[in-house]
């Protein structure tokens, strides 16, 4: 028995072209919001200077891209912020603070600081 399979314009071929055109589509809006949520974390001018958003901090180099900073400290030191007594408390903290939107975060060994 012999069969004799055309592809016209009705078969299977513009089915194929079609599935093809979409998988191309599908792959260039991957890419475009892979792209996007890359490098919508790179701009420093999004986030405040005072922020210390990651380990590290912002550029992860230990440096703070604060400007106008103290050369020398005074005689009394410098002035005093914040502070917080961790006599009394029960967990370890384990890791550098960050600072965020005026909140200072902390991680602990127990959940407790």
Known sequence: MIFDIQLSSSGFYPFLMTLN???KG???VCLSVCLLIALSGCSRDAR???EWPCFHGPDRTNKSPETGLL???P???PGLL???DFKNRRGLNIADPIIK?????FSSDSGCI
């Not at 939107?101 to 975060?105: A, K, Q, R």
Request: with cysteine.
């Open 21 to 23: 055109r979409m998988r």
């Open 26 to 28: 599908i792959s260039s």
């Open 48 to 50: 405040s200077a005072c």
């Open 71 to 73: 050369k020398e400290w």
């Open 75 to 77: 005689d009394d030191g």
């Open 82 to 84: 914040w502070k917080v």
């Open 101 to 105: 939107d005026n909140h200072v975060f």
